[in-house]
C-alpha cells in the first residue's frame, strides 16, 4: 500500500488527464463505489459471503483528475458500502459522487456539516416533500425537472433536516429517467448530470483490473495474499497508465498490457518500444541479395 501511494504522489502530476465532464468545475471530485469479486468458499474461508459462496468486497474512492484510487479497503463480502464509507474523511469544499448503495441520511448530514458536496440517487421508496420547482434549460432537453425538496420521512427528516435538491434526467437510450439527489443548491441542472456521469470512471476502472490485472484469479488463498495482489495490481494499473499518457503512439489500455506481456522478457530499450511499437520495414529486398545470380 505504501509503495502504491508513493508512486502515486510522484507520478500523479504527471497523470493528470483531461476531465471528459465537468472541466468548468475547479475543485477536487472523488467517486465512490465498491466491487465484489467472487472466491471458492473451501479455499477462502474466511471471505464469508453466502452460505456456499465466498467473496471479497474492495471499496474504492477515485479521483477523477486521475481516475486512479486515492482510497482502497478490502473487507468480505458481506460488508456494506455505508460501513466503509462512514469510516472515510473528504476535504471541506470536494465533491462526492456514488450511487444510492451510499444513501444514509445521517451520513449525508456529517457530508453536508464538513462542506462536502455529494451527488447520489434517489431512492424510489423516499418520502420528500416539494419545496420549490424551477423551469428547465431548454438547451438541455434531456433535464426534466429542477426541483428543491426536504424529507418527510420519520427517519429521514430526523437524520436530514436542511433542503435537499431532485434533478431528473432522461440519458439518451434509457427507458426510465434517473433521479439524483444532491446538497449543491446553485450549480446548474447540467452540471449535477454530469457530476453523476462521471461515476461510470469507476465502473471503467473496475473492469480494467478484473480483465487487465486478472485480480478474480488469486495465487495465495489468505486474506494477506489476496491484498498483496491487489495491490500489486493498482501498482500495475499506475504505472500502465503512466506509459499510456506519456508514449508518443496512441495505447489503447488492452494493447499496451498484451503487448507487454508478449515482450517482457526482451532486452529492448522501454521508452523506445512505447513510443514505436511498430517496426517498419521497406519492401525491398536486402541490399546485394539478388548478386547470387549473377
Known amino acids: 500500500m505504501e509503495l502504491y501511494f508513493t508512486l502515486y504522489d510522484e507520478l500523479s502530476p504527471s497523470l493528470g488527464e ?19 469479486i467472487s472466491l471458492c468458499l473451501s479455499l477462502f474461508d474466511w471471505a464469508k459471503f ?29 460488508t456494506h458500502e455505508i460501513k466503509v464509507a462512514k469510516e472515510m474523511t473528504f476535504p471541506s469544499g470536494s465533491v462526492l459522487v456514488m450511487d444510492k448503495a451510499y444513501v ?19 431512492k424510489k421508496n423516499a418520502d420528500i416533500a416539494l419545496v420549490q420547482s424551477y423551469i428547465t434549460n431548454h438547451k438541455h432537453p434531456h433535464i426534466l425537472a429542477d426541483q428543491d425538496i426536504v424529507m418527510e420521512g420519520a427517519k429521514a427528516s430526523k437524520d436530514y433536516q436542511n433542503p435537499l435538491r431532485v434533478v431528473t434526467v432522461q440519458p ?18 447540467e452540471t449535477i448530470s454530469q457530476l453523476y456521469q462521471s461515476r461510470w470512471n469507476i465502473e471503467s476502472f473496475f473492469k480494467d ?4 490485472m486478472k485480480i478474480k484469479t488469486f495465487i495465495g488463498t489468505s486474506a494477506n495474499a489476496v491484498l498483496i495482489q491487489v495491490w500489486t495490481a493498482l501498482i500495475s494499473i499506475l504505472l500502465l497508465k503512466y506509459l499510456k499518457l506519456k508514449a ?5 489500455l488492452s494493447n499496451l498490457v498484451g503487448f507487454l506481456r508478449i515482450n517482457l522478457f526482451v532486452k529492448i530499450d522501454l521508452w523506445d518500444w512505447v513510443n514505436n511499437p511498430l ?16
Open 18 to 36: 483531461s476531465r471528459k465532464y465537468v472541466r468548468h468545475l475547479k475543485r477536487k471530485v472523488y467517486i465512490m463505489d465498491a466491487t465484489t
Open 50 to 78: 453466502r452460505q456456499y459462496k465466498g467473496a471479497v468486497k474492495l471499496h474504492t474512492v477515485l479521483d477523477l483528475d486521475t481516475c486512479l484510487p486515492v482510497f482502497m479497503d478490502m473487507t468480505d463480502g458481506k
Open 104 to 122: 444514509d441520511y445521517a451520513w449525508l448530514k456529517v457530508l453536508d456539516s464538513t462542506g462536502v458536496f455529494f451527488v447520489t440517487r434517489l
Open 172 to 189: 439518451e437510450g434509457m427507458d426510465k429517467p434517473l433521479v439524483f439527489l444532491t446538497n449543491q443548491m446553485s450549480w446548474t441542472a
Open 209 to 212: 483490473i478484473k480483465q487487465q
Open 248 to 252: 508518443q503512439h496512441q495505447w489503447h
Open 279 to 294: 517496426i517498419k520495414r521497406s519492401n525491398a529486398p536486402p541490399k546485394g541479395q539478388l548478386q547470387i545470380f549473377q
